[in-house]
């Protein structure tokens, strides 16, 4: 097992939006989150690669931790494309960055600055960074927003590698990704409850009464 | 009266200055508090009291 | 029955409500005791002449400048260790009063130095303490207007009073040492209370009780308040969830 | 965490990276000064070293919402956040970064406005080593000042109404020190407060500004 999530309550500004998340990802699997808009699948992806912390819940991570991306390729404008994946790679203490821009079909672009790219290019960039993090569990948010089918299927290639090299990937979309061997968990049935009046454990549920 | 003397600007002065803070500060308090309260009563009813 | 029910906002309104009648009254009558005999029932002093009856408020409102960022200091300490609410909003609270308090003791200051030293503003060490305090108070309140989150500013503002104290008391140090760096010791001061007459004492005492019992009905009050805020801020949230 | 100085290095030095900005700023507010005082040169010699240091200290503040707030926009933020460094340790390599970048241009291009200024011969040095040693101290506190304020739309207006009170003990000690030297008096005592304030403040003040991105980021 490499990411176990158990009964996972996440919070968004304050408010409890997802109850009782729970699932399991094992080496080579993937799993997609869906649902709608505001359902909070950005929310459970930062929670789960530790950027806020859970309202309730237990997670059992990879020693090593996770290779988040968000909605931001963490890209700098001024720097080129080897510049940018050379810092990303010596970051997560790795140093060859050659089959990363090879996978995502960077060659050709690697001296040229960031801010030159096409949307779909930066975000292509933006995940050859997972590849030199060297971490095997991936959290990606909309992986493919701006990329076309040719990039689309360069973006399903690399994360079948990544599963089949032992990785695992949680991936959060409302896009077919092109990875029909995913697993996928609507995220419709976690949403939580408004907490009946005293029920809940947080601070803004202790009051009702108190005012009577 | 107290007999101020020469001085009588400087304290009746220091002393209208503090009240007048104070009591900005006293009615601002309340003013705040009222309006909450107000809110807050507008916003239960509405709920049906228990939210 | 410990001390940290109180952080239960239930409990805290319970109590506050019970106990705010007998504080505020408590609150006027000591203030105003302390406050009519120091201006009406005292001496003037031989060489301060009348000037002297601004001591009533001119000290007990300085202290309380320093009190009030000391509190918050101990109520955003308990925040961030223990998380209780209740206790950070108290710091919120008591933000405006200490400001206004630092207010009082500047302009009081001022108004005392303007026949005592001939000048409405001497870069004298302790008013400049309190013109830094002042600035102190104004940026803590600013990051608790300027942050949406209520728990983010609670937390931002608690990391920045802790900070902040310990830069406040690293810049009385420095001002302390720049103004003898100035003037070596010409300057007046206001410093006053350590040899004051027993004339002018109780008076003194009592306006200084005053004070205290001002802050604290006004911070309950102001806590109130802001818990009734979040409240209104949880409901309004779960209306629009339902 | 090199890595990370050596990225931000080179991005404030190419283009649009607003390196040299803060000290054409230095430059125009030192040039400023003589046309409000005017031209005397007695009374620009006694108060030289004072506006030299409220100028590096204003320049410096010029700087301070570039420190994390591109780094946020780009998502870089979140990124470094799950990295495997710490974060205390980001914050300390863009401190220095920032330091770097401006401290170090401002504390080097002080002397030469000194000149401009009349400041007294025997002034050049204590100023240089003043600003050498308070310096660090202005880039750590501001470092802190722009985490607490990384998640505002609009905080460069807050962030300097919070970071200048923190600004006040070493703009106090690093003045003093500047002066005494100008006027030939003893600096010891500054110098050494000052470079107190710089080592608390590098050591401590990390583990704030980390505390408050985390707060930031959730």
Not at chain 1, 174 to 191: C, K, Q, S, W, Y
Not at chain 3, 3 to 9: D, H, M
Not at chain 4, 107 to 136: D, E, K, M
Not at chain 4, 157 to 178: K, N
């Amino acid at each position: 097992m490499i990411l176990g999530v158990h009964d996972l309550a996440v919070t968004r500004g304050g408010i409890a939006i997802l109850d009782g998340v729970g699932f399991g990802l094992r080496a080579g699997e993937a799993l997609i989150l869906r649902g709608p808009n505001g359902i909070g699948k950005t929310t459970l992806l930062r929670t789960v690669a530790g950027l806020q912390p859970p309202r309730a819940g237990r997670m059992e991570l990879p020693p090593e931790g996770a290779a988040y991306a968000g909605h931001a390729d963490g890209l700098k404008a001024t720097l080129s494309v080897t510049e940018n994946l050379t810092f990303w790679a010596r970051i997560y203490g790795q140093s060859d960055i050659a089959p990363a821009l090879a996978a995502m079909e960077l060659e050709a672009l690697a001296g040229r600055p960031a801010q030159n790219l096409s949307a779909g290019q930066k975000r292509r960039l933006g995940l050859a960074r997972l590849l030199v993090t060297g971490r095997r569990l991936w959290l990606l948010d909309e992986p493919t927003v701006s990329l076309d089918a040719a990039s689309v299927g360069l973006f399903a290639k690399a994360v079948r590698r990544h599963l089949a090299s032992g990785g695992a990937a949680l991936m959060a979309t409302h896009i077919d990704l092109g990875l029909d061997e995913a697993r996928v968990l609507d995220l419709t049935p976690f949403r939580a409850k408004p907490a009946a009046p005293g029920q809940g454990g947080g601070f803004d549920d202790q009051f009702d009464g108190a005012f009577a | 009266m107290v007999e101020l003397g020469k001085y009588a600007g400087t304290v009746l002065g220091a002393y209208g200055v503090t009240l007048a803070l104070l009591l900005g500060l006293v009615w601002m308090t309340l003013r705040q508090g009222a309006k909450m309260r107000k809110r807050l009563e507008a916003q239960e009813k509405r709920m049906g009291r228990n939210g | 029955m410990s001390i940290w029910e109180y952080a239960n906002p239930k409990k805290f309104m319970q109590t506050s409500s019970w106990a705010l009648p007998w504080v505020t009254g408590l609150a006027v009558v000591t203030l105003l005791t302390g406050l009519v005999w120091g201006f009406f029932f005292t001496p003037d002093d031989f060489r301060q002449g009348a000037t002297v009856k601004i001591i009533y408020i001119h000290v007990p409102s300085a202290m309380m400048a320093i009190n009030a960022w000391a509190m918050m200091l101990v109520t955003s300490l308990i925040w961030l260790i223990r998380r209780h609410h209740v206790s950070v909003l108290a710091a919120k609270a008591a933000a405006p009063i200490g400001m206004t308090m630092t207010l009082i003791a500047l302009f009081t200051g001022a108004i005392w130095g303007q026949p005592m030293w001939g000048t409405w503003w001497a870069w004298d060490p302790r008013l400049t303490s309190f013109l830094i305090l002042f600035l102190f108070y104004l940026g803590y309140i600013a990051l608790w207007e300027a942050v949406d989150d209520p728990d983010t500013a609670a937390d931002l503002t608690s990391v920045l009073c802790l900070v902040g104290s310990v830069f406040a008391l690293l810049s009385r140090y420095a001002v302390l040492f720049w103004n003898q760096g100035l003037h070596q010791g010409a300057s007046l001061s206001l410093d006053k209370e350590e040899h004051v007459a027993d004339v002018f004492a109780w008076p003194l005492w009592i306006s200084m009780a005053g004070f205290v019992l001002l802050f604290i009905t006004l911070v309950l009050l102001r806590t109130r308040t802001e818990i009734r805020s979040r409240r209104l801020r949880a409901l309004e949230a779960r209306e629009r969830m339902a | 965490m090199l890595a990370l100085l050596l990225r931000d290095l080179r991005l404030a030095t190419r283009a649009g990276g607003g390196f040299g900005l803060s000290l054409a700023f230095f430059l125009i507010v030192t040039v400023l000064v003589p046309f409000g005082v005017g031209p005397e040169g007695g009374i620009l010699a006694r108060i030289a070293p004072g506006i030299l240091w409220v100028g590096a200290l204003l320049s410096c503040l010029l700087s301070l919402d570039r420190i994390f707030a591109l780094d946020r926009e780009d998502g870089s933020l979140d990124l470094l956040a799950t990295a495997p460094i710490p974060l205390e340790g980001v914050v300390a390599a863009k401190a220095l970064a920032h330091w770097l970048t401006t401290g170090l241009p401002l504390t080097l291009g002080a002397p030469v406005l000194g000149v401009l200024l009349h400041l007294p011969g025997s002034g050049f040095a204590w100023l240089t080593l003043s600003l050498l040693l308070g310096t660090p101290a202005l880039s750590v506190i501001g470092t802190f000042g722009a985490a607490l304020t990384v998640g505002l739309k609009r905080g460069g207006l807050l962030l300097s109404l919070l970071v200048l009170p923190l600004y006040i003990p070493t703009l106090i000690f690093g003045a003093e020190a500047a002066r005494r030297g100008s006027e030939g008096l003893a600096t010891a005592t500054p110098l050494l407060m000052l470079a107190g304030i710089t080592a608390g403040a590098v050591a401590m003040l990390p583990f704030a500004s980390a505390a408050a991105i985390r707060v930031n980021l959730r």
